[in-house]
């Protein structure tokens, strides 16, 4: 008996998690035209999708978005974490305990202050707005996990490099990167995955000119949600699983 | 030829005010193994790490065959370092941890793996170059750590406690191993150490630091059977302390008191005058027993025999109150060998076997 209540409460916990994602998976494949009622297997979502043209711009939109406000979150975030870790100057507890201000404030908050400070210098909303809003709020968070990853590296692997003839850039290159890579890779996926699903920030610092995906899909459903939603919404899932896996992969590769 | 291939000069170091190193001048000749021993903290490694370029000295210089490393980064100085805790790179494997530094070098590939090679087959660990070296014993990395500082066929090799991670047995045949390595590549090691039997077996010469000061530096024997002071006497082996009194000198010779003997000694290295204190360090295998009845010796008794294999070890208070080490060759058919614990006897030595230093050195 007390094997199985374990069990069964498990089986709870994951009917809960996964039965949204399979209803979407499941109805992004229905020939239906209202989205409640099975008419069998279809692709017609699909060709809908692929032919909504707003639709498909505001995803490639989107995953442009990401991946820029990702790839710099990261490289400018990697090079705060080394500073952080590398170098004892006046100010730098006030700048650790600063990323945690920014990642624990509400997004609301920062939504709001980035859009009155874009306002006030007279930024015009669109891409440049939107990538340093999403750059605000990534950057903490590859900051915290490349510092994790700074904490366990052995600093004397970079002295044994320049001893055997390695320049300090050099040493960093192929010692130092090698040690964070994995943090960099996690680092990057974070800001990627914060980036696409950001709904409240790209509210308010978003223009016209520039629109990205969760707002599109927000704007649909004042219309009527369509199913071709449900066929976006498992490619994501496709996008994002096959992401995860190649990190995974990459990972493994570099361990062994 | 005997021109010195590191030569410091008046090194001194501190560390936020705190003096690591003082004044301190020292040569290593091309293809010599010197040891640097000392207690924890008296700043061994600073010293390899002055050498090798990861700090600067406050004061003196350093040159490496003639040319002044002062402003040479530690990537660019002709020696090679094996560190305290090996510090093999953990995303390469054993290979190319070796060719790490040829690569640095941009050695053409065919030179790499042969060079590679020769240097894993030079320690033994051959079979070994795909292994991480997470999947290898502590014994195994740390020929890894000193392949892959040899590869670079540096003339100076800095070595910093390289065996103290390891378990006794390993560490003889490693002291073994090591200095054949140094005699077939004559190689110059600076080896650190706070082992003193290490220092001793390993080294052609011993430099004994203590609290940032060079006391003294010499051959194993003469840091030995003639240490430059107290601190050397005692770190450098065991040692007993008779505390003693200069009565007269009489040429080549000088009249002391012991504990209330007069004994007549051969002159020591400093000038001794009359009524100068001294102490007479004698080393515990120096040390003779003598029956009760003997006509010379100070008297005392046998507290503790401790067998040790192929020597006897005593340990005898003194009536004065202070003890003495004995350490004898066992030897079972000598008759005047067989001390009871609690028995009276006498402790003497052979005069000229002592050595004499200043009380107040
Ligand atoms: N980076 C540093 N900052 C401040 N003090 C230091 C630093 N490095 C070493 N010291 C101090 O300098 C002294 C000498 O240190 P060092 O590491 O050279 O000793 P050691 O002889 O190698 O000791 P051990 O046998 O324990 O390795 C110690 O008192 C140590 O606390
Ligand atoms: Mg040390």
């Known amino acids: 008996m007390s094997g199985r209540l374990p069990r069964l409460w498990l089986a709870l916990v994951y009917l809960l998690l996964y039965v949204p994602i399979a209803v979407l998976l499941l109805y992004s494949f229905n020939d239906a035209r209202t989205g409640y009622r099975w008419g069998g297997w279809s692709l017609r979502w699909y060709r809908a999708l692929f032919a909504n043209d707003t639709l498909m711009d505001s995803l490639w939109n989107s995953l442009a978005l990401a991946a820029a406000a990702a790839t710099l979150a990261t490289a400018i975030g990697a090079l705060t974490a080394f500073a952080l870790h590398r170098y004892r100057f006046r100010g730098r507890e006030l700048m650790h305990g600063l990323l945690f201000v920014v990642m624990m404030s509400p997004e609301i908050v920062l939504a709001i202050s980035l859009l009155a400070l874009f306002l006030l210098v007279g ?61 960099l890779l996690a680092g990057w996926l974070l800001g990627f995955t914060l980036s696409l699903d950001d709904v409240v920030v790209s509210t308010f610092v978003g223009g016209p000119s520039y629109e990205v995906l969760p707002l599109r899909i927000y704007s ?7 199913p071709e939603v449900n066929a976006l919404g498992t490619l ?16 493994n590769k570099q361990k062994s | 030829m005997t021109s ?37 903290g008296c700043g061994k490694t600073t010293l390899l790490r002055l050498i090798a370029g990861f700090e600067h000295p406050d004061q003196g210089s350093i040159q490496l065959a003639g040319a002044d490393l002062t402003a040479v980064p530690p990537e660019r100085r002709p020696l090679n370092t094996v560190f305290q805790q090996y510090a093999l790179f953990p995303h390469l494997d054993v290979f190319g941890n070796v060719a790490y530094g040829l690569r640095r070098e941009r050695r053409p590939r065919a030179e790499i793996d042969l060079r590679v090679r020769e240097a894993l087959d030079l320690v033994q660990l051959g079979e070994f170059a795909r292994r991480k070296p997470q999947q290898l014993s502590g014994g195994q990395q740390q020929r890894v750590a000193i392949a892959r500082a040899l590869v670079k066929r540096p003339r100076l090799l800095l070595l910093d406690e390289p065996l103290s991670a390891l378990d006794a047995k390993l560490r003889r045949q490693m002291q ?50 003639r240490p430059a002071n107290l601190f050397t006497a005692r770190f450098v082996g065991e040692t007993n302390l008779f505390p ?27 000038a001794p005058h009359a009524g100068q204190a001294v102490n007479l360090l004698l080393r515990p295998e120096d040390i003779r027993v003598l029956g009760p009845d003997a006509d010379h010796g100070l008297p005392g008794t046998v507290i503790e025999r401790n067998y040790k294999g192929s020597t006897l070890d005593s340990l005898i208070r003194l009536d004065s109150g202070q003890e003495v080490l004995v350490s004898e060759f066992f030897d079972e058919d000598d008759p005047a060998f067989d001390y009871r614990l609690g028995e009276t006897v006498k402790v003497s030595w052979v005069d000229g076997w002592e050595w004499m230093l200043p009380a107040d050195g």
Request: glycine residues 8%; contains cysteine; aromatic residues 6%.
């Open chain 1, 123 to 183: 930024l015009q909303l669109g891409f440049t707005s939107l990538l340093i809003a999403h750059l605000t709020f990534c950057l903490p968070f590859v900051v915290i996990t490349v510092l994790a990853r700074l904490a366990g590296f052995d600093a004397r692997l970079l002295e044994a490099a320049r001893d055997l003839g390695a320049s300090e850039a050099r040493a960093l290159y192929t010692v130092l990167l090698p040690a964070i890579l994995p943090a």
């Open chain 1, 220 to 226: 649909m459903v004042r219309v009527g949600l369509k």
């Open chain 1, 236 to 251: 994501l899932l496709v996008f994002s699983l096959l992401a995860l896996a190649l990190s995974q992969l990459l990972l």
């Open chain 2, 4 to 40: 010195p291939l590191l030569s410091l000069r008046a090194i001194g170091k501190a560390y936020a005010g705190r003096p690591v190193l003082l004044d301190l001048s020292l040569d290593v000749l091309d293809g010599e193994f010197l040891t640097l021993l000392g207690p924890s």
């Open chain 2, 176 to 225: 073994l191993e090591l200095k054949r390595l140094q005699r077939e590549l004559g190689i110059a090691f600076v080896f650190v150490t706070h082992d003193q039997e290490e220092a001793l077996s390993m080294s052609d010469r011993v430099a004994v630091l203590h609290a940032g000061v060079l006391q003294q530096l010499g051959t194993p024997r003469e840091v030995y059977e």
């Open chain 2, 244 to 270: 003693a009194r200069v009565l007269e000198t009489q040429g080549e010779r000088v009249v002391v008191d012991c504990a209330g003997q007069r004994r007549t000694l051969p002159t020591p290295g400093f």
